[in-house]
């Protein structure tokens, strides 16, 4: 008897890439489930075939029982099957070090590719602009989070409601194979290229379903990554004794107070070339990126699924110390249209060199294999090593060393309040900024170059009319008048163009620096959760939980994070420095191009109409 299978949310088939559209609630029949990357074949009952995303559907059981309640859709199994994979462990190299002002080894670095220009006109932001954001609550993180709570890649702009890591790692979609990843379609949210209102983007992405969002069977427990659970915290505060790790993270005290050690030689990467690839016999298609570090000149190739990978594996290795930026969101249709890939290259190619100029990230062995693999056996190898690595969540402190005095607990508290104060105030004026600028951005490319065409078409009717006047003493001031009604033309041409000359390399600087801020509320949850577990160990001494000694080192450990954070606070802020005053440069300095070209080509117009 042939499997069949209800479809939980609508899904749009891509043209030319044998996918099947269908909609919630059609019955299909499954042709074959295990197409491989998150895709079965199925047929609906015109008797059409193609593929349809897995856990877009729900199996229905042979004895017709309603698959809502004793169901589970395709993607739920494979996920349950891949919670019995065990995991082992490994150790990462340790980071180069050479002692350099952070803002003097910043300058080093190239800036040209971070940020180029969209040639689309519309506003990229709109749907953007709802980045991941983070969680201000400052509530005890010891008991108020629930630990089977998932932690999601959160698109709400919620600084007062309690959650998770906003960008935690959300586990497999399917199981099998470890490099039978998910799809470039898999995340419902499409984040669309060209300016929409944010209500229809929201809706375009619930109309996908949001079946991985909205799916409790398709997250993973906090605590399947030490750190980001209370265990994860006590596993490292309270251990008798910490193992020593391979790689080291030293933090020396420089100028500006603790800081990372930078590496003796900068590189950047260069994100070029994409390209449309396919797998699966040609039934399924994928872009595909070529990335060639400048020490190296070697070129890699990876798919948005790979980038996807890596931010996944800095993110459960580096969250607990160090903000790491989302990716450009997934999109589930258009994915192929040429303005969609060019902004996402531009967006993939911001974020790797972001990671280039972290000294920490930059140095770490998943980054310098993602980068520097030479084959498909040392790609996967270097892969599953990544993913067996126990040095993740809060167990990152475990490698740092400070080279500085211990701190007291007071002022551990008074520097972590410091960096949520003002990474608060930061984000609510960088948000600020973003609104600004998109409402100027609407008003340049809509309402105000229809201003000036007006004004030129009024005034090339007002010169017809006195042309038709017959009077033979006017002709020159008609010229004038209907070449001046051509000046405003041209200029509502430009007023439309300007912003992405402009305001379009400050927007995303912003969104940028939106996408790192939203990471620090839980940054600062960790902290506080640890110093207020250092203050309960008094009584936990009382009682011979732990001993005097056990506090001291909960103390020392605390502080350890304290430098960490401090260190990290210096390389965003040496980074904040260059980057805003790199970017409002170059706003600036476009905007006076572009009211000197109006004022030239009002200059010329008026030179037409001569004193009398």
Not at 40 to 48: A, C, D, H
Not at 200 to 207: M, R, T, V
Not at 222 to 241: C, D, H, I, S, T
Request: proline residues 6%.
């Amino acid at each position: 008897m042939a499997t069949k299978a209800r479809v939980m949310y609508d899904f749009a088939a891509e043209p030319g890439n044998n996918e099947l559209t269908v909609n919630e609630g059609e019955i299909i029949t499954i042709t074959n489930p295990d197409v491989g990357g998150g895709w079965l074949e199925g047929r609906n009952s015109k008797g059409e075939r193609g593929l349809v995303p897995t856990d877009y559907v729900e199996i229905l059981p042979s004895d017709g029982k309603d698959p809502f309640s004793c169901g589970n859709s395709v993607a739920d199994q494979a996920f349950l099957d891949s919670l019995s994979a065990s995991a082992a462990q490994a150790n990462s190299s340790a980071a180069n070090s050479n002692n350099q002002n952070p803002l003097e080894w910043l300058l080093s670095i190239p800036m040209e590719a971070v940020y180029s220009q969209v040639s689309s006109g519309n506003d990229p932001w709109s749907a953007w602009s709802s980045s991941k954001s983070g969680n201000w609550d400052s509530t005890d993180g010891w008991g108020a989070k629930p630990e089977g709570a998932a932690a999601q890649r959160n698109t709400s702009n919620n600084w007062d409601t309690a959650f998770g890591h906003p960008q935690a790692y959300q586990g497999p979609a399917t199981a099998g194979d470890d490099d039978d990843w998910d799809e470039d379609w898999d995340d419902p949210k499409a984040a669309a290229p060209y300016f929409k209102d944010s209500e229809a983007a929201e809706a375009g992405a619930a109309q996908r379903g949001n079946s991985r969002a909205g799916s409790s069977s398709m997250k993973l427990p906090l605590n399947k990554f030490p750190g980001f659970a209370k265990p994860g915290m006590e596993q490292y505060l309270l251990a008798k004794q910490l193992a020593k790790p391979k790689e080291k993270i030293p933090i020396i005290v420089g100028d500006y107070g603790p800081m990372w050690v930078y590496p003796t030689s900068t590189f950047d990467c260069v994100v070029a070339d994409p390209r449309k690839g396919s797998k699966m016999y040609g039934l399924k298609s994928y872009i595909e990126y070529q990335l060639t570090p400048t020490n190296t000149n070697r070129s890699v190739n990876h798919r948005y699924k790979h980038f996807d990978w890596l931010y996944e594996r800095l993110l459960v290795k580096f969250g607990s110390a160090i903000p790491i930026p989302s990716l450009p969101d997934k999109q589930v249709t258009g994915r192929f249209e040429e303005e969609f890939i060019k902004m996402r290259m531009e967006r993939l190619q911001a974020w790797v060199t972001r990671m280039c100029r972290h000294p920490v990230i930059s140095e770490s062995e998943v980054f310098q294999q993602f980068l520097n693999f030479r084959d498909e056996k040392e790609w996967k190898t270097g892969k599953r090593k990544a993913e067996k690595d126990e040095l993740v969540g809060v167990m990152i402190f475990s490698t740092m060393e400070p080279e500085a005095p211990d701190l007291d607990l007071l002022e551990i508290e008074q520097k972590c309040d410091a960096v949520g104060k003002f990474t608060k105030a930061m984000d609510d004026g960088v948000k600020e900024l973003l609104t600004v600028g998109q409402e100027h951005w609407k008003r340049c490319t809509g309402p105000l170059p229809k201003e000036y065409q007006k004004i030129g078409k009024a005034l090339q009717s007002l010169a017809t009319v006195f042309s038709s006047s017959g009077y033979q003493g006017e002709t020159d001031l008609n010229a004038a008048i209907t070449e001046a009604g051509k000046t405003y033309e041209e200029i509502a041409g430009l007023v439309a163009e300007q912003p992405k000359k402009d305001l379009h390399f400050l927007m995303e600087c912003n969104h940028e620096y939106k996408g790192f801020l939203g990471c620090f509320p839980d940054i600062i949850g960790a902290h506080k959760a640890a110093i207020e577990k250092v203050k309960e160990s008094d009584k936990l001494v009382a009682t011979s939980k732990i001993t005097p000694q056990d506090k001291q080192n909960m103390v020392k450990r605390v502080g350890t994070m304290s430098y960490a954070l401090q260190a990290e606070m210096n390389h965003f802020h040496s980074n904040r420095i260059y980057d805003y005053n790199s970017v409002i440069r170059l706003y600036l300095e476009q905007q006076v191009q572009f009211y000197e070209t109006i004022a030239e080509k009002l200059r010329q117009a008026l030179g037409r109409f001569p004193v009398m």
